[in-house]
């Protein structure tokens, strides 16, 4: 079974950036839509943004549409996040998933996701 694994969360300044990572451990990666999601401090988890398997559909949620962009690379097995113009209010876990077949179409659902990393700490200062 595949495994994920995020990686480059860290404290940033508000209005700063950052680049966070999720690489999978499976080759077959190409064929999985992938999702980025997250955890505010006491709240649920939520949607941030996912990417379709063929690369032609993206989402994101509203409060991170103009932000944040979800990309992929195949030949690495990585899907990254890069998040521009942070605010506290971003400051959250932040978790790939992906669905429990391929060629499955992406969602904002939690429940469509099957697999799940282990979450990035992302803290932003004001």
């Known amino acids: 079974q595949v495994s994920l694994i995020e990686s480059g969360g860290r404290l940033v300044e508000a209005g700063g950036w950052l680049k966070i990572s999720c690489t999978a451990s499976?080759?077959?990666?190409?064929?999985?839509?992938m999702a980025w999601f997250r955890q505010p401090p006491g709240k649920d988890r939520e949607f941030v943004a996912a990417?379709?398997?063929?690369?032609?559909?993206?989402d994101a949620a509203g409060s991170v549409k103009d932000r944040f962009t979800i990309s992929r690379n195949n030949a690495y097995d990585t899907v990254y996040l890069h998040m521009n113009n942070l605010k506290v209010e971003d400051t959250a876990i932040y978790y790939c998933?992906?669905?429990?077949?391929?060629?499955?179409?992406?969602?904002?659902?939690?429940?469509?996701?099957?697999?799940w990393g282990q979450g990035t700490q992302v803290t932003v200062l004001s």
């Open positions: 990417l379709n398997w063929d690369k032609r559909t993206t």
């Open positions: 998933a992906i669905p429990g077949a391929p060629w499955t179409e992406s969602s904002a659902l939690p429940r469509d996701y099957a697999i």
């Open positions: 499976q080759r077959t990666f190409s064929t999985y839509s």
